[in-house]
């Protein structure tokens, strides 16, 4: 379990890792290698380059502005969960990157490395879906801002062109009326999970959002979940949730197998009783 | 969970002895990092070696691409002119023996098989020249279901057989006797395969050295000397050409219990090249490629009274072994064994087994510790909780109605194994009481506020450990384990050195082995050295394995001790001036009438001032070798109560662990504190059969938990503290009675956790017989009783 020969750049700044992405041949960035690590030793990838942005100043820079907290690629889970970064969603953050994989993976994985990866278990990919967060790219022809909810395109797929890589991420200052629930199905911990629950539901607002992960495709996510708590987002929207429509909702999605939805619907419930609670 | 015990020692009979809680003399560089594994040797002039591998678990190979570049660094089967193939034979009548093929000649028997050598100055550019060589194979179908496996009009693993069956094994006494039985419960229980995973996988260093005309293979084994026989065999060679040293070793639990095809290519290549090469295995080979374990199928049924009194049993059990006969223990120890250990420490008046080792095209499987009592015990267990069921009374007393009883001690049970002492019932009673089943009940009954369901499991076994000669000659495996022999050695300066040809791949073996010493001599643990892991500096055993250290090495250490005292005292009563009949050893000193000399004083008189000794002294000198034997060799059976509740997610079908009491017996306990661990990390081990570990395989025969993500293992967080209590029931038959115990702990849970989370299910008419009771198979059953349930209505 030894890598293919490959090249590696580590660039001083933003700038040359944009020239060394535009270089020929395959290229693979390493934010962290927490995922690029084992796939290059199991030889699942062999790029010719391996650019390596770990290390930059430029990635690291955290700044809340406006109502956004606008965070660099290669902010580490551990930072998160340390509490390093201005919190701006009342915790929520904190407590999702405190249960990522393992302490030792925290210390070296970053929210970049993670969202590019898109791997559908993870973490963020739905976090991020459901705190309406918006990611930063650029390229050596410029910068675009994606919905997280654009942004993955299926399993191991995202919107990231050749050449091309995720800068920020710009989290939405949390409402104080919303509620939040995130839950997670592993077989232990520090495992990969099987179900992933996100909910941000603001009864004030009458507006819920809701997000289906770990479904080895994109999260499903649903902007107006309203049919999902009998048609309005209510104070009492923990009873109002509906399990069938969210079992049919998985049907549609085209998950046919039984205990996969119970399971999916189980972690979602406990979810939206975590935000009621 | 109660994580909290009390940990202070008990009091022991001598501060170093035997029955002391003395620190373990390993762990000083075990534990800063600085113990010495095969993958820390550095040689000059190291190659690394990587194999091309199959991809294919059935297949004929038409041709090896190699390119041009490096046809001097890949190697063939074609290459190993005269290197014999690993045979594993038995002298079980009906046997069919396989060649496992060193590197891969006409025909591929499993995913992982080795089929080209090459080598290189890294292990990276090793494997980047093994990915450059093609292979062209012609898949066949792959025999990959065991029951199937057995079918008429299977594809053949071996087609010169006819059909797919290393062995069939067969008894039967008074069946018929049972069959009007009241209760009858049918089922088909099963265990999955899995993977023993040791922290360091295996390793080897193969160099030769031409000025002792020695080829030195350092190699991370439990058995030494046994890998010098299987060389020996396999190269054509002089054992005395053939030096095997096994460094530290990181856990084995079997996985370095046998000859790998490996250690013949490296040898072989050390010799082609002149240079030393080293293969160190990858996770991945370890999970795809070398060896599994555990995979049973039973069908089996239990006949019994309304008052739960065992009538008999009836059972066909098959053993997946693989493509190989592994050496030394071959294809069907396993499935052989299952027939003679199916009873377990019950009495009953009929049984009837049969089984059947069945060749498939997957990796051999090897005995994994506590080798077939897992799945034995697994199997039987849950079969008494649905006996239990069915007469409506609490599986405790079940089976303490059927349990061999104290007075009966020692016992030949229905197939003669001789269960030499021990108290079956009150370590039960023991556990019944530590787990509280009343309070258990209670709760059961009341429900819990977070919606999951509350069950409480138990289950006990014996176990035959240190099995001697009269036991391997009837297998007529490649080893039969005789005397084991041990060299107590004084040195100049007081000192003790022990040589002993067991290994210790984590047991302690460096102070447990000391403390016998002590016992002996009264020489200060400290000062006390344990040789192993080296055929040119020890004497010869079958090894370690089959939890046979402390009986069968301390066994020798003893009493190569004891003769080393005699010749002492021999010296120590001439230097006292005495008759030999009048003095004694004491505390590490020869005790004369009137006065006393120490052994370090004799032994600076005998090395250093030999002009001091009288010239009639005994010429026997300060090193003594002596074989042992228990009085009788049939095997020690220690044994344990498991008791455990949990609480099981009907929603998820997630089983978490409340509590686990542990209440065993392996005799006069040497080290207890060491004989914890063991039980510790037996109990994470069963913990892993029962609900993580699996290597399924699809119908191509290729394996589908190929990386450490996808094969689950329990971590620290997975297993709970247990509730430990010793009993101490010393065996009749060996050196300070003591019994083999350190393969235990991953005997029980499997069963004890199975039963508990029955107990959980029952009210909804869910069963789980199948080892790992996954969140997947809970919920599959509980949404599948829930449609019948739905449906009847």
Redesign the interface.
Known sequence: ?????FAYERPRDVASALAAMAGDGVVKVMAGGQSLG?MLN??LVAPDTIVDITGLAELKHVEVAGEELVIGACVTHADIEDGRIPDVTRGAMQRVASAIAYRAVRNRGTIGGSLSHADPSADWVSTFAALCATLSLRSAKGARLVAMKDFMLGALESVLQPGEMLEAVRVPVMSPSARWGYVK?C??????AHAIGAVLIDPEAGRARVVIGAVEAAPIIVDNAEELFGGRITNDFKSRFDARVADTLLSKAGMSD??DR??HV??LRRAVAEAAA | MRNERDISPAAPASKQGVGARVPRKEDDRLMRGRGQFVGDIRLAGLQDVAFVRSPLAHARIRAIHIPERYRDVVFTSADLVGIKPIRAITGLAGFKPSDQPILATDKIRQVGELVAMCVAP???EA??IA?SVTLDLEELPAVYDMLKAREPGSPLVHEHWGDNVFLESFFELDITQALDAPIKVTREISTARQCMSPLEGRGVIATFDHRLDQLTLYTGSQMPHIVRNGLSDCLEMDQGQIRIVSPDVGGGFGHKGILLPEEVCLSWLTMKRGFPVRWIE???EHLVASSNCREHHYKITVYADRDGTLRGIDCEATVDSGAYSSYPFSACLEAAQVVSILPGPYQMPAYRCRTYSVATNKCPILPYRGVARTGVCFALELMLDLVAAEAGLEPGNVRLRNLVRPEQMPFDNITKKHFDSGDYPEALRRAVAQIDIDGIRARQRKGEDDGRLIGVGLSIYCEQAAHGTSVYSGWGIPMVPGHEQATARLTPDGGLELKVGVHSHGQGLETTLSQVAFEMLGVDVAKIRVVHGDTAMTPYSTGTWGSRCMVMAGGAVATACHELGERAKKIGAKLLQVDEANVVLVDGEIRGPNGSVTLKEIAHTWYRRPQDLPGDVDPGGLEATSGYKPQRDSGTFSYAAHAVTVAVDP??G?VEILDYVIVEDGGVLVNPMIVDGQIYGGLAQGIGTAL?EEMPFDRAGQPLNT?L?DY?L??P??VPMPWLDHMETPSPYTKFGVKGIGEGGAIAPPAAIGNAVNDALRGLGVEMLQSPI???RV??GI?AARDAKRTAA
């Open positions: 379990m030894k890598p293919a020969p084992p199991l030889r199905s077989r232990k911990t520090g495992e990969f039984a205990a119970h399971i189980t972690i | 890294t292990r990276a494997e980047d990915a990858d996770r991945r929603d998820l997630d993580y990386t993500a689950l329990p971590g967080t997975e996954t969140p997947r919920l599959e949404l």
